[in-house]
T-cell receptor
């Protein structure tokens, strides 16, 4: 049973470009979460999704950031018009109903 | 709102016990977790405890929960160099939202 798969592991973008981060949850997990981790800091919650629904996006910036978890395919975190401050590690986690979250290895986003 | 605090750094000698402490503010927490993060990797779930328990032991790991003081600790017996990592405490209250602490960096000295 494969774990949470995130790709790419590393992503480099220039300021103003778009970044698309993908997350495939563990088999049987219908809940997906995205977190951001800045260097030397803890994880900050961004968004919680179930299939085709955003349940809680209270941690996600209102502009430039969006997330989806379609009926088929991976969850996508999309950052438009990236800026230097978006450089961070972005982690995805998944869980079944009311169970601990399991994390992927993250996508490290670097903005030039 | 929820807040989870941890000390930033802990250094122990190989073979000693490590105790990593965590305090939280949300009295409605249902689960409390300990995750381990090694450099360049994601978070690995180590153990978790239900809020109606006060202790859980799993091999070298012992979790103690003092619900009255909202204090959680993780004890690692016979600490090894492979235990060097950042340890995150986290709490879950309500539906599924989990709040993480800032992490404690454990350094094990050979």
């Amino acid at each position: 049973n494969a774990g949470v798969m995130q790709n790419p592991r590393h992503l480099v973008r220039r300021r103003g470009q778009e970044a698309r981060l993908r997350c495939s949850p563990m088999k049987g997990h219908s809940h997906v979460y995205w977190y951001r981790q800045l260097p030397e800091e803890g994880l900050k919650f961004m968004v919680y999704l179930q299939k085709e629904n955003i349940i809680d996006e209270s941690g996600m910036p209102k502009e430039r950031f969006s997330a989806e978890f379609p009926k088929e395919g991976p969850s996508i975190l999309r950052i438009q018009q990236v800026v230097r401050g978006d450089s961070a590690a972005y982690f995805c986690a998944s869980s079944p109903e009311d169970q601990p979250q399991h994390f992927g290895d993250g996508t490290r986003l670097s903005i030039l | 709102g929820e807040d989870v605090e941890q000390s930033l750094f802990l250094s122990v000698r190989e073979g000693d016990s490590s105790v990593i402490n965590c305090t939280y503010t949300d009295s409605s927490s249902t689960y409390l977790y300990w995750y381990k993060q090694e450099p360049g990797a994601g978070l690995q779930l180590l153990t978790y405890i239900f809020s109606n328990m006060d202790m859980k032991q799993d091999q070298r790991l012992t979790v103690l929960l003092n619900k009255k003081d909202k204090h959680l600790s993780l004890r690692i017996a016979d600490t090894q160099t492979g235990d060097s990592a950042i340890y995150f405490c986290a709490e879950k209250a309500g539906y599924q939202k989990v709040t993480f602490g800032t992490g404690t960096k454990l350094q094990v000295i050979p």
